[in-house]
């Protein structure tokens, strides 16, 4: 069956980077829309960026400039770089992935989950 597992969470201070990392088994990566999305407790979960199979990327205004989504199709693993993390972005960060168009997708429409990294900053 499909499995998304993520890695490279962590406790670090503001200012700070973290490098998240998702390694896709049965599907590939390239052939989905693939993105990032970010939970914090009592807050709805939040999409981050993603990445469509022309490569094209989308980001939150809150992250755009410090954060970077990226695909490695050899090792079938979507990344996360994370720079100049702030305590706002405390969360707990999921990889994702649907075989649709990502501009059509809302973050509740994504097929295939991770079950996440916790990512905490202070």
């Known amino acids: 069956h499909v499995q998304l597992v993520e890695s490279g969470g962590g406790s670090v201070q503001a200012g700070e980077s973290l490098r998240l990392s998702c390694g896709a088994s049965v599907i590939t990566v390239d052939d989905y829309c693939m993105g990032w999305f970010r939970q914090a407790p009592g807050k709805a979960r939040e999409r981050v960026a993603t990445i469509d199979r022309a490569r094209r990327t989308t980001y939150a205004d809150s992250v755009k400039g410090r954060f970077t989504i990226s695909q490695d199709n050899a090792k079938n693993s979507l990344y996360l770089q994370m720079n100049s993390l702030k305590p706002e972005d405390t969360a707990m960060y999921y990889c994702?992935?649907?075989?649709?168009?990502?501009?059509?997708?809302?973050?509740?429409?994504?097929?295939?989950w991770g079950q996440g990294t916790q990512v905490t900053v202070s």
């Open positions: 994702a992935a649907d075989g649709r168009v990502c501009s059509r997708l809302d973050p509740e429409d994504y097929y295939y």
